[in-house]
Structure formats: structure tokens, C-alpha cells
């Protein structure tokens, strides 16, 4: 059974940082590209960042320099350190394996606010 389970979210202070994590399992983690996908209330789904099976990173223009996107094939383990983090970051964040298939976690709520 695919599983994608993304923690760390939470409240956090404008300026402040957070680390989202993502558990996966049950298909062949290395041979997917992983990425987080963030939907703010009342807006699209957007592309945070991705990162190929091949190792190489993507990031949207408005995190680029805040975000850091990490994965660890060895415990099928992907991860989102978020600094800097702004009101416009708040959004429900996913998790999201892109290969044979696409997979997607059940999401983490991300709430920048003072």
C-alpha cells in the first residue's frame, strides 16, 4: 500500500522556520521524483519544489533562497526546511511522488502569523 505522510507543520511567526518531513512507502522511492505542493486558501495548487530521482532540485521563484528541498533514498525520507517564512507561506502543504505513478499525501498545515 503507497503511503505518503507529511508532518511538521504547524504555526509558526513571520520570520520563523519550520521542517516539514515526509515518510513514504510502498514503491520504489529512488525511481520517483519527489516534490511538496502547497494550496493556500482560496488558491491554486502550486509547485514548491522537486527533486528528480537524478538528484537534481526545482524551486518556485517565490521561495527560492528560503526553502531548501532534501531527499534521503536510504529512508525514503523527503524533507522542506523552511526559513523566512512569510503571511503568503501559509497554505496546506503536500507531499507528491511523481514517476510510474502519482502519489500524493493526505497534506500539512503551514500557518505564518503573528
Known amino acids: 500500500q503507497v503511503q505518503l505522510v507529511e508532518s511538521g507543520g504547524g504555526l509558526v511567526e513571520p520570520g520563523g522556520s519550520l521542517r516539514l518531513s515526509c515518510a513514504a512507502s510502498g514503491f520504489v522511492f529512488r525511481s520517483y521524483a519527489m516534490g511538496w505542493y502547497r494550496q493556500a486558501p482560496g488558491k491554486e495548487l502550486e509547485l514548491v519544489a522537486i527533486g528528480s530521482s537524478g538528484g537534481s532540485t526545482e524551486y518556485a521563484d517565490s521561495i527560492k533562497g528560503r526553502f531548501t528541498f532534501s531527499r534521503d533514498n536510504a529512508k525514503n525520507m523527503v524533507y522542506l526546511q523552511m526559513n523566512s517564512l512569510k503571511s503568503e507561506d501559509t497554505a496546506v502543504y503536500y507531499c507528491?511522488?511523481?514517476?510510474?505513478?502519482?502519489?500524493w499525501g493526505k497534506g500539512t498545515l503551514v500557518t505564518v502569523s503573528s
Open positions: 507528491n511522488a511523481r514517476g510510474s505513478f502519482i502519489y
